[in-house]
């Protein structure tokens, strides 16, 4: 059991996956900031006007906590909390000072404590989740049969394969490489990257046959710039969630030049592999300090991007039969259907180092730098984060800050500035980003994102990567400690059925799978601890995978009808633009979001009493004792995380976790 005291301190900082830091107040630790090169780079030229908003003025002031955040950890056999909340890449020095799994007593254990907290005694509760489409799936069928909609006569797979960002595209005020098209309009910052001219080449450079849309020409055609980065996905924006993506990079003018300042593909692709290493902690002594050819006064920054640098990444519905090899269903590779989700965008405007900042060494946050008319948000650590998102008829627009605040939630980091503007953000972030840190090794890893070389019919073509400070695969290493295939912990109906055929006491595991048994809390109990041990058994044997090393595609696909159906539930979310009441729909409310503790043990609610056996959990308990104490109205409750227990006895505590393969 942690420390009383430790928690308290802790709960005032943090909510889980985000840092509101209000100061040090005397942790002994002793910390000193790396030595590392520091970047010559400058600010953009034509910084964004916004003006400031207050969290307050939204329908949910924490929408940068996710719904996932919120869940029960099924008795402490599944930790889906590692994979946001960890102290590996701050350990590492590698463009994050926000260590979440109890490096520092006064930020606090994420994986260990529900410790939101309110931004301070006046403002609404952290504690109370505001995910209702997520919470209660039947208030959103009602919602969307109020507006006379039937979802079940919505034609799915018609749906999925229109295409609705080229129109979003060409209303872009100018059709040029600018990041920024300098107009005051709805798509000024949909990101300069024509969808007409994807996908990508075999080596991840996109080209075009537009000569507005190009930088220069080499061998191979006239290159835009941006190039596809193939990596490796984990329980968020994977075939089994509804949702994949595709994630391009872009680096200034001068990276892509020789240091005669005339264009070079083979310089571009020097500095983009630099790059690489600079994110995923592979630098060594031959690597030099800076970039090459025109940029080689710009210094080699561990962990750290340079300015400038671009992400565009559209997020797809789940297409199964769309693999890139008919362009009639989709020309996307990887199951990514033809219509997208939404169309993100970051572009990182100022020299900012994490690496340079002591865990909670920051401002008090105050309000949301950005511009609802043009849909971005500062997240106040040096990127921009923009974003476009279907409305009710399916097409793009830009998001609002409430809906961009889930953004920073995820992309953002401690920044301690003179005119604080909100920040937040995960453990497991480098420089604000996910995907690139995640990249697949060698060539691999500049190609368009295939999610393991998928092939209709067939399922993967590419090995399962292995975590490198692990040495496990990272699929393997995700099921064994979340015990499910998304961050929420459930285990869709596919994998359920594959799970139950597999394993058994007749194929020599020490028993027979079950499906999840909520009829007492020590029938759930017992269930769970029982699932966690069998699934282990499963991994540990390379049941997951092929003979080949791939991961069978049972698990890591969705079936047609399954994928259509994930579909429909999220359109029931466009229908209503009810995005701020959680995007993740599920046809029953996940068994991780209700009370299933024994009853002296059950969580509580805010007046104090003890939730009924299998009640949705909407809120948690707070600090009410002191009112001039600075943990009052935080949260003071526990997850059922054992940060004692061994892995080997059933234990998934693991605060060291590091995104990077190998």
């Not at 009383?4 to 840092?19: E, N, P, Q, W």
């Not at 507005?212 to 006239?222: I, L, Q, R, V, W």
């Amino acid at each position: 059991m942690i420390d009383r005291a430790i928690l308290k301190r802790s709960a005032i900082r943090a909510s889980i996956l985000t840092l509101f830091v209000i100061g040090y107040l005397g942790c002994t630790e002793e910390w000193q900031a790396p030595k590392e090169a520091v970047s010559v780079s400058e600010p953009l030229v034509n910084k964004l006007v916004g003006d400031r908003i207050s969290p307050m003025m939204f329908s949910n002031p924490y929408a940068q906590v996710p719904a996932q955040c919120y869940i029960e950890t099924a008795a402490g056999t599944q930790n889906a909390c590692l994979f946001c909340h960890t102290n590996g890449v701050w350990a590492q020095g590698m463009g994050n000072n926000n260590p979440q799994a109890g490096a520092f007593a006064d930020i606090g254990n994420f994986q260990r404590e529900y410790s939101f907290a309110p931004y301070d005694s006046n403002t609404p509760l952290a504690t109370i989740n505001r995910w209702e489409n997520t919470l209660f799936p039947e208030k959103l069928a009602a919602h969307v049969a109020s507006l006379g909609l039937e979802p079940q006569a919505w034609d799915m797979q018609a749906y999925i394969r229109q295409d609705n960002w080229q129109a979003a595209y060409n209303q872009r005020p100018l059709k040029t490489t600018a990041w920024d098209s300098g107009t005051d309009s709805p798509f000024r910052l949909l990101p300069a990257l024509d969808p007409s001219d994807l996908p990508a080449q075999s080596d991840g450079f996109v080209r075009t046959s537009r000569n507005e849309n190009s930088f220069f020409t080499d061998s191979a055609g006239m290159n835009t710039g941006w190039r596809a980065i193939n990596f490796m996905p984990y329980g968020i924006f994977s075939p089994q969630t509804g949702s994949v993506s595709g994630i391009y990079i872009r680096l200034p003018v001068a990276f892509m030049q020789d240091e005669n300042k005339q264009f070079s593909v083979s310089t571009y692709s020097q500095n983009l592999d630099l790059l690489a290493k600079v994110v995923q902690n592979r630098l060594s002594d031959s690597d030099g300090k800076t970039y090459r050819g025109a940029a080689n006064n710009i210094a080699l920054e561990k962990g750290v991007y340079p300015v400038g640098t671009e992400f565009a990444h559209p997020l797809h519905y789940v297409d199964v039969e769309a693999d890139g090899s008919n362009q009639q269903i989709s020309r996307f590779t990887g199951t990514r259907s033809q219509r997208v989700k939404e169309v993100r965008y970051m572009i990182k405007w100022e020299a900012y180092n994490p690496n340079g900042h002591r865990p909670t060494a920051g401002a008090d946050p105050t309000s949301i730098l950005g511009n609802d008319r043009q849909g971005w948000v500062d997240n106040g650590a040096g990127w921009y984060l923009v974003g476009f998102i279907e409305d009710a008829k399916g097409d793009l627009r830009p998001q609002q800050r409430e809906e961009l605040m889930q953004c920073i939630g995820c992309h953002s980091g401690v920044r301690e500035t003179e005119f604080p503007t909100f920040t937040s953000g995960a453990g497991n972030t480098v420089d604000s980003t996910w995907s690139f840190p995640r990249q697949l090794p060698n060539s691999q890893g500049w190609q368009e994102m295939n999610y393991l070389g998928y092939v209709a019919g067939k399922g993967t073509t590419i090995a399962e990567p292995l975590n490198r400070d692990q040495n496990k695969g990272e699929y393997r290493l995700f099921l064994e400690h979340v015990v499910g295939a998304n961050l929420y912990g459930q285990m869709p109906s596919s994998i359920e059925s594959y799970l139950s055929q597999t394993i058994s006491s007749k194929n020599s595991y020490s028993g027979n799978w079950q499906a999840i048994d909520t009829s007492s809390a020590q029938a759930y109990h017992d269930n769970q601890k029982l699932r966690q041990k069998l699934l282990r058994e499963f991994t540990a044997k390379g049941g997951y995978k092929d003979t080949q090393g791939h991961i069978n595609a049972e698990l890591f696909y969705p079936p047609k009808a399954d994928a259509l159906a994930g579909a429909a539930g999220y359109r029931q979310v466009v229908a209503t633009q009810s995005y701020t009441k959680g995007k993740d729909v599920f046809p029953h409310t996940p068994h991780t979001l209700k009370a299933l503790r024994p009853e002296n043990e059950q969580p509580k609610k805010l007046d104090g009493t003890s939730y009924l056996f299998n009640e949705v959990i909407t809120e948690r308990s707070i600090e009410q004792g002191n009112p001039s104490s600075v943990t009052y109205r935080a949260g003071d409750s526990l997850t059922e995380i054992d940060i004692e227990l061994p892995f080997a006895q059933g234990g998934n505590y693991l605060p060291n976790y590091t995104p990077f393969v190998k």
